[in-house]
C-alpha cells in the first residue's frame, strides 16, 4: 500500500541525493494510488455489491491488486538502467501510461457513482420510460399505416365505383354492380358489422367497416399516449411514473424503494452517463466527478514523468550497475585484506601476544 525508496534505486552505490530523489518518487507515487484507490474502490465496491460483506472484501482485494500492479510497474521503470531499456519501455507503453489512464477514469467513474446514485436511478427511470413511450408511438404509426386487407377492399370499391359510373342505369351490370357494391335497398338498414363473415358484406361497405375499425384502434392508442405523456408530465418524476404505470418494468430494474436490482447495472448507468456527459463537453453538469477526474490525471501525469526521468538520472543508473557493484565488491576485499594484514602486522610487534 505504501512505495518505497529502495525499490527506486538499487545497492550498487547510493548517494544521499540519489534516496533523497528516491523518496520523493515512492511517495508521489504512494499519493496518486491512494487518490486513485479512493475512487476505484467505490467503484469496485458498488459493482461488488456494497450491501454485503463479500462486496466489500473483494472491493479491497482488487483495490490492493491495483496498488500492487502500479507500484511494480513503477518499479519496473525506475531499473530501466543499461541491458532492461527494452522492458521500461515496454513497462511503459502497455503499462504505466495505460494504467495510469485506467486509475484515472476509474476514478472519476467511482466518484459519478458514490454522489449521483439518484441521480443515475433517474436517469434509468427516464431511460425506460422513454422506450415504452416509443414502442407507442411506433405502435401508433403501424396502426395509422393502410392495412393489407384493406388496401385491396379499397382498391375493389374504388374500381367498382369507377365502372359503375360508366354504365348507364338501364344497363343490366349496373343493377347487379350496385348491389355487389352497396347492397340491395331493402338492406340499407342493415348492420353490417353484425355479421360476422366479411365475404357476405357488399364491397363498400366492407371498406367502411374496415376503415372505421381502424379508425377506432388509432384513436384508442392515441388516447392511450397523450394519457400516458400527460400523467408522466403530472409525476415530474419518471421512477414514480414508472412504477405507477407500468408496475412489471419498474420491478425488472428497481427495488421497491427505488435502488438498482442490480449493482452491476447501477455501475453500468454511471459510465454511460458519465462518457456521455464527458463527449458532449457537459463538464459543468459532472460536478466532483471532473474535478477529480482532472486532479487525478495530473498527479497521474506527473507521477508517470516523475518515475520514468528518476530511471534516467545518472545516480540510480549507477545504483543498479553491476560493474560498480563488483567495483565496490573488489575495493571492499581489498580494504578487508589489508585490515587484515595490519591487524597481523600488530600482533607481531606485540609479541605474539593477543591484543
Known amino acids: 500500500m505504501v512505495a518505497s525508496p529502495a525499490d527506486f534505486h538499487g545497492t550498487a552505490y547510493v548517494t544521499a541525493a540519489t534516496h533523497k530523489d528516491s523518496q520523493l518518487v515512492a511517495s508521489g507515487v504512494t499519493a496518486s494510488n491512494w487518490i486513485d484507490g479512493a475512487g476505484n474502490f467505490s467503484l469496485f465496491l458498488f459493482a461488488c455489491g456494497a450491501g454485503n460483506l463479500l462486496g466489500w472484501i473483494t472491493a479491497s482485494l482488487l483495490t490492493g491488486l491495483l496498488f500492487k500492479f502500479d507500484k511494480d510497474i513503477c518499479t519496473t521503470v525506475a531499473r530501466g538502467r543499461k541491458g532492461n531499456h527494452r522492458v521500461a519501455?515496454?513497462?511503459?507503453?502497455?503499462?504505466?501510461?495505460?494504467?495510469?489512464?485506467?486509475?484515472?477514469?476509474?476514478?472519476?467513474?467511482?466518484?459519478?457513482?458514490?454522489?449521483?446514485?439518484?441521480?443515475?436511478?433517474?436517469?434509468?427511470?427516464?431511460?425506460?420510460?422513454?422506450?415504452?413511450?416509443?414502442?407507442?408511438?411506433?405502435?401508433?404509426k403501424r396502426l395509422e399505416a393502410p392495412e393489407a386487407g384493406t388496401a385491396a377492399v379499397k382498391e375493389q370499391c374504388r374500381s367498382g365505383q369507377a365502372t359503375l359510373s360508366r354504365l348507364a342505369y338501364g344497363d343490366p351490370r349496373w343493377m347487379s354492380l350496385q348491389v355487389e357494391l352497396y347492397?340491395?335497398?331493402?338492406?340499407?338498414?342493415?348492420?353490417?358489422?353484425?355479421?360476422?363473415?366479411?365475404?357476405?358484406?357488399?364491397?363498400?361497405?366492407?371498406?367502411?367497416?374496415?376503415?372505421?375499425?381502424?379508425?377506432?384502434?388509432?384513436?384508442?392508442?392515441?388516447?392511450?399516449?397523450?394519457?400516458?405523456?400527460?400523467?408522466?408530465?403530472?409525476?415530474?418524476?419518471?421512477?414514480?411514473?414508472?412504477?405507477?404505470?407500468?408496475?412489471?418494468?419498474?420491478?425488472?430494474?428497481?427495488?421497491?424503494?427505488?435502488?438498482?436490482?442490480?449493482?452491476?447495472?447501477?455501475?453500468?448507468?454511471?459510465?454511460?452517463?458519465?462518457?456521455?456527459?464527458?463527449?458532449?463537453?457537459?463538464?459543468?453538469?459532472?460536478?466532483?466527478?471532473?474535478?477529480?477526474?482532472?486532479?487525478?490525471?495530473?498527479?497521474?501525469?506527473?507521477?508517470?514523468?516523475?518515475?520514468?526521468?528518476?530511471?534516467?538520472?545518472?545516480?540510480?543508473?549507477?545504483?543498479?550497475?553491476?560493474?560498480?557493484?563488483?567495483?565496490?565488491?573488489?575495493?571492499?576485499?581489498?580494504q578487508l585484506k589489508a585490515y587484515d594484514n595490519d591487524a597481523a602486522a600488530g600482533d607481531t610487534d606485540n609479541g605474539g601476544r593477543p591484543w
Open 89 to 140: 519501455l515496454v513497462a511503459i507503453l502497455f503499462g504505466l501510461v495505460p494504467l495510469s489512464l485506467l486509475k484515472s477514469f476509474g476514478t472519476g467513474l467511482g466518484v459519478e457513482v458514490l454522489q449521483n446514485r439518484t441521480q443515475l436511478e433517474q436517469l434509468q427511470a427516464s431511460k425506460i420510460v422513454n422506450a415504452v413511450l416509443d414502442d407507442q408511438r411506433r405502435q401508433l
Open 183 to 334: 347492397g340491395e335497398w331493402s338492406q340499407r338498414r342493415t348492420d353490417w358489422s353484425r355479421t360476422t363473415r366479411s365475404g357476405q358484406r357488399p364491397i363498400c361497405v366492407e371498406l367502411k367497416l374496415l376503415e372505421d375499425a381502424q379508425r377506432q384502434r388509432v384513436a384508442a392508442e392515441r388516447e392511450l399516449l397523450e394519457r400516458s405523456e400527460q400523467k408522466r408530465l403530472r409525476f415530474g418524476n419518471d421512477q414514480r411514473f414508472l412504477q405507477t404505470s407500468f408496475p412489471e418494468r419498474f420491478a425488472a430494474t428497481f427495488e421497491p424503494d427505488g435502488t438498482f436490482r442490480s449493482p452491476v447495472q447501477l455501475v453500468t448507468v454511471g459510465i454511460e452517463n458519465f462518457f456521455t456527459m464527458l463527449s458532449r463537453g457537459q463538464w459543468a453538469a459532472m460536478g466532483l466527478s471532473i474535478y477529480v477526474l482532472s486532479f487525478s490525471l495530473i498527479t497521474s501525469t506527473v507521477v508517470c514523468a516523475l518515475v520514468i526521468a528518476h530511471s534516467r538520472r545518472p545516480g540510480v543508473a549507477l545504483s543498479w550497475s553491476d560493474d560498480v557493484r563488483q567495483e565496490r565488491d573488489r575495493w571492499l576485499a581489498e
